[in-house]
């Protein structure tokens, strides 16, 4: 009889799967398990517009709950995939961008780069960190008791916004680092997805780790501040947590391209990679000559040289690269000596920045400058008109032995195909200072 009765059942979920038909369809499910799908878009403003409403507050690394019912709307650029940006997710639309913070692990199942969502504002709080606009909750210092903006609670996040979509992949904006310095450029880009073409972490060597937690490097909220070469650290730092993905992984070598999101503190950049794909080899150097161990294809062209010297310009070893110098027997000499590169095709460069390392004593530097020509054709003969000054971000101040790294923006002769970079000598019976360069690039 059991038997019989196991027979029947089967038979009649055989009969009644084949009711259903091949035309069954799997239940749909049109809204998302994710946030709150009763919110509807009224009162959307951009994401320059609040942070221009609470201006005050965010350059006051302070908070405020907000009252009014507004609503932003943006896509999401950087989450917590990599392990470097931790409970809080890099949101930007098409005027700004901004850190949304949540405690909360695994953001990037529900958030990932690419979601587009809505953010009803009433009643979170905004504020800045070290300046860094900021939505979430209070955050007390247990110590101090002091209170500052920081991260919501997983539930009130969820009540607070709604998932409209995915969208394209977001396209990073390229970081002007002729404007590393500016204040309204930082204000209006922290927190945006961008990269920063053509640069040399300092401590790489092909061993060191970006973020080690051995006491090898400085550590600072269990993060790991990364300089670069040529640019001060007071300005852009690359910063990795300790707990990242590729904390341990060996920092790449070489000139690179790296994307994140450039966040803020106070006034400098810092840099979060969101996983070590965000830094990429980058362009082959236009030029490139450290000096060390002649003079490379840079020619010398004496336009003042006094009997009593045969020379201004002189390689010297691969730690000091080139000297200039109209110092002799005691005497100071009247000189002028141009130490020129080679013909630098930049016709495919949409910019180009110039680098090296200098150092000048004994005497002023007023004298010492660096010159740009697209005219000159090595024919050995100076015409001053047909060269053009360039503004140096560094330079020594002639009173020392310390090698400076300057920087130089050439994105104005990107296109050219005949550039010339030049190093201008002159001294005088009253000041001939040494002047050393090496480390020579254009990218």
């Not at 919501?152 to 409209?164: A, G, Q, S, V």
């Not at 050439?410 to 200072?433: C, E, Q, W």
């Amino acid at each position: 009889m059991k038997e019989m009765k196991y027979i029947t059942m089967a038979l009649l979920c055989v009969l009644l799967a084949s009711c259903m038909g091949k035309d069954y369809a799997e239940p749909v499910i049109e809204e998302s398990p994710y946030g709150n799908n009763t919110l509807t878009e009224t009162n959307v403003i951009t994401i320059a517009e609040l942070k221009d409403m609470y201006k005050t507050v965010i350059s006051g690394s302070t908070m405020k709950q907000i009252t009014d019912d507004i609503q932003i709307k943006g896509t999401i650029t950087g989450n917590d995939i990599g392990g470097n940006i931790y409970q809080e997710v890099a949101l930007e639309d098409e005027t700004g961008a901004l850190l949304v913070c949540i405690s909360q692990a695994g953001l990037y199942g529900p958030l990932p780069v690419g979601q587009q969502i809505l953010v009803s504002l009433k009643d979170l709080y905004i504020g800045g960190y070290g300046q860094q606009a900021e939505i979430g909750g209070v955050y007390t210092n247990t110590n101090t008791g002091k209170q500052s903006v920081g991260r919501m609670d997983r539930y009130t996040w969820n009540e607070h916004y709604k998932i409209l979509g995915m969208g394209e992949t977001p396209e990073p904006e390229v970081f002007d680092v002729s404007k590393i310095s500016d204040a309204t450029y930082l204000y209006e880009n922290c927190g945006k997805l961008m990269t920063i073409k053509g640069v040399v972490l300092k401590d790489a060597d092909g061993e060191k780790v970006y973020a080690p937690d051995d006491g090898s490097a400085s550590i600072t909220a269990n993060c790991v501040n990364r300089a670069f070469s040529g640019l001060s650290s007071s300005r852009i730092v690359l910063r990795t947590s300790t707990y990242a993905d590729f904390a341990n992984a060996a920092m790449m070598t070489g000139t690179v391209d790296i994307t994140g999101i450039f966040t803020r503190y106070n006034n400098i950049w810092q840099i979060l990679m969101r996983d070590e794909n965000d830094i990429q080899a980058g362009a082959t150097a236009l030029l490139k000559e450290p000096f060390d161990d002649d003079q490379g294809e840079f020619t010398i062209v004496n336009k003042t040289l006094p009997d009593e010297l045969s020379f201004v310009w002189k390689w010297t070893s691969a730690n000091y690269g080139m000297k200039g110098s109209a110092y002799y027997n005691s005497t100071n000499y009247a000189a002028e000596s141009w130490l020129i590169s080679p013909s630098v095709d930049m016709s495919g460069a949409s910019s180009a920045t110039l680098t090296f390392e200098q150092a000048a004593n004994y005497g002023s530097t007023d004298n010492l400058g660096i010159y740009v020509s697209t005219s000159y054709n090595d024919e050995g003969t100076i015409t001053e008109s047909a060269w053009t000054r360039l503004t140096e971000d560094v330079k020594p101040e002639g009173s020392g032995w310390t090698f400076y790294t300057t920087t130089i923006d050439l994105s104005a002769y990107a296109g050219k195909s005949n550039v010339h970079i030049a190093f201008r000598y002159v001294s005088t019976a009253d000041n001939a200072p040494t002047w050393e360069v090496k480390n020579v690039v254009i990218e």
